[in-house]
């Protein structure tokens, strides 16, 4: 059973932080490229940034650039993303996503996982 597992999520206030966990059993992880996408209420689902299988590469979306980090631990199957100077706008539920390849697009990711929900009050 392939399994994403994120956690994490809660509540903060603009300009707080908080560390999302994804943990991957499974295929989900051996060989592949991590991702973080989120989708806000009434909106499409975004791409927020992809991590390396060495975790020595990363690409993010603009909007986060500066205020999120990201990092994976290959020997706990884990990858994490680290969003510092949290905005009202970065409110969603924030998925992990494994692919074969590095990419930005939802549709190349054949793993998912359940969500975590991140609420950014103003």
């Known amino acids: 059973q392939v399994q994403l597992v994120e956690s994490g999520g809660g509540l903060v206030q603009t300009g707080g932080s908080l560390r999302l966990s994804c943990t991957a059993s499974g295929d989900a992880y051996s060989g592949n490229f991590m991702a973080w996408f989120r989708q806000a209420p009434g909106k499409e689902r975004e791409f927020v940034a992809t991590?390396?299988?060495?975790?020595?590469?990363?690409y993010s979306a603009d909007s986060v650039k500066g205020r999120f980090t990201f990092s994976r631990d290959n020997a706990k199957h884990t990858i994490y993303l680290r969003m510092n100077s949290l905005k009202p706008e970065d409110t969603a539920v924030y998925y992990c996503?494994?692919?074969?390849?590095?990419?930005?697009?939802?549709?190349?990711?054949?793993?998912w996982g359940q969500g975590t929900q991140v609420t950014v009050s103003s």
């Open positions: 996503a494994a692919s074969r390849k590095v990419s930005g697009i939802e549709g190349d990711y054949d793993y």
């Open positions: 991590i390396g299988q060495s975790g020595g590469s990363t």
